[in-house]
C-alpha cells in the first residue's frame, strides 16, 4: 500500500521563524534550504511537509546551535501556533489542555503522537514520531516538543519541579550536555527507550489551575471545519496538497514531491499509478484550483494567473480553463463558478 506524505500544520515551525526574525537572522535563507520557500505564502493551519519542516529546523540548528530548540521556543510559543494553540490555551489545566491536543492532534500533524500514562502520584506525556528519522532530527524534534511542554506547565502557579523527569533522544555528538536544565529545578535527563519522548509530571501540577485562561472558543467550535489533515489517507490526497502548497512558490517538480515524501521518484511515480493518478494529473489539479480561485475573486490580472501557475502565457491558461470549465477566462472572472459546482471539475 503506498504510503502518504507526512504532512503538518505550517504554524508548527512559526515560533521558530519568529525567533530568527526578532535575532535578526534570515529565515527564509533556512526555508528555501528545506524546500518551504512557499511558507510564507501559506495559511497557519495549512499542511505542509513534516520532513522539509524537518529539515528546516535541522539547518537552523547547523548555524545556531544543537540546543537551537531549548533556545529559541519561549511561553508566547503556544500563542504562534494558530488555532492549535489557541485551542490549548483555552483550558484550564495542563490535564485539561493535554486531553485537548489528544483530541484535535490529527488536525495538526499525520505522524506524530501524544498519550498519557496517569499513576498515583503523577503523569507521563509520551511523544512518538511515525517516520524513521536520524538520531539528530529525532533528538531536535523532541527538544522542540519538551520545550513546548515546558511552556504550557509554566502557566500554572506550581511549586518546582514542574517536570521531575525528561527521557529523550540524546544528540549524537553533543549527547545531553547543552540541554541539562531545562530552565527548571530537579528535572532528570536519561536516554529514551523505543525512540519515545517521555516527560513525568507530578500530579499536583498536571491538575493546577492556570494563572489565566484565554478565551474558550471550544464549546462553540465542534471542529467540523477542521478536518483531519490525513484526509481520505490517500497518497493522492497528501501528494496533491504538497504539490498546491509548492505552486505558491515555484512550479512544482516531480523531484521536489519525492523529496517531500522522502523516497525515490521512480518509487513515488510506482505509488501514484497505484491510485490511478500521475505527478502530471496533481499538477493540473493545483493549477485549475489555484487560476479559477483567483479568477472568481477578480483581484489578479489574467496574465499574472497564468504566470503564477507556471504557464507560459496568457494563451494557455485560456485553453486550460475551456478544458476546465468548458467557457473562457473572462467569463469566469468576478463569477461564483467555484461556490455554485455541485461535483469537481475534471483535470
Not at 521558530?16 to 512557499?38: E, F, P
Not at 517521555?198 to 471542529?223: C, E, G, M, W, Y
Not at 497528501?238 to 512550479?251: E, H, I, N, W
Request: hydrophobic share 45%; aromatic share 6%.
Amino acid at each position: 500500500m503506498p504510503r502518504v506524505i507526512p504532512l503538518i500544520s505550517a504554524a508548527a515551525i512559526a515560533p521558530i521563524v519568529r525567533w530568527l526574525a526578532l535575532a535578526g537572522r534570515n529565515a527564509q535563507t533556512y526555508l528555501d534550504a528545506a524546500d518551504l520557500g512557499y511558507w510564507p505564502a501559506v495559511r497557519p493551519e495549512d499542511p505542509v511537509p513534516l520532513l522539509s519542516v524537518v529539515e528546516f529546523l535541522r539547518s537552523a540548528a547547523h548555524v545556531e546551535g544543537p540546543d537551537f530548540p531549548c533556545r529559541a521556543l519561549s511561553d508566547a510559543s503556544l500563542l504562534d501556533l494558530a488555532r492549535f494553540g489557541r485551542e490549548i490555551l483555552g483550558a484550564s489545566s495542563p490535564r485539561n489542555a493535554l486531553l485537548r491536543v489528544q483530541t484535535i492532534h490529527p488536525r495538526h500533524c499525520t505522524h506524530e503522537q501524544i498519550s498519557l500514562v496517569e499513576s498515583a502520584d503523577s503523569v507521563q506525556i509520551r511523544h512518538q514520531m511515525y517516520w524513521p528519522f536520524d538520531p539528530e532530527a529525532l533528538h531536535l524534534i523532541q527538544q522542540y516538543v519538551a520545550m513546548m511542554v515546558v511552556s504550557l506547565m509554566r502557566f500554572t502557579d506550581a511549586s518546582p519541579p514542574l517536570i521531575t523527569s525528561v527521557e529523550m533522544e540524546p544528540h549524537p555528538d553533543f549527547g545531553f550536555d547543552l540541554i541539562r536544565n531545562f530552565g527548571l529545578s530537579g528535572t532528570e535527563i536519561s536516554p529514551a527507550t523505543s525512540r519515545v519522548l517521555v516527560l513525568t509530571i507530578p500530579l499536583n501540577v498536571f491538575d493546577h489551575q492556570f494563572r489565566k485562561i484565554a478565551r474558550d472558543r471550544s464549546a462553540a467550535n465542534t471542529n467540523q471545519d477542521w478536518p483531519p489533515m490525513r484526509g481520505d489517507g490517500s497518497l493522492t490526497h497528501s501528494a496533491g496538497v504538497v504539490v498546491a502548497a509548492m505552486l505558491k512558490d515555484r512550479p512544482p517538480t516531480i523531484e521536489r514531491l519525492a523529496r517531500a515524501a522522502g523516497t525515490s521518484v521512480r518509487s513515488l511515480q510506482r505509488d501514484l499509478s497505484g491510485e490511478g493518478t500521475s505527478f502530471s494529473a496533481l499538477l493540473d489539479v493545483a493549477r485549475r484550483d489555484t487560476a479559477l480561485a483567483e479568477l472568481c475573486s477578480g483581484k489578479m490580472p489574467v496574465r499574472d494567473i497564468a504566470t503564477a501557475i507556471g504557464f507560459a502565457d496568457q494563451a494557455t491558461l485560456t485553453r486550460a480553463v475551456r478544458r476546465w470549465t468548458g467557457t473562457t477566462p473572462l467569463k469566469v472572472r468576478g463569477s461564483d463558478m467555484l461556490r455554485r459546482r455541485s461535483a469537481p471539475l475534471k483535470p
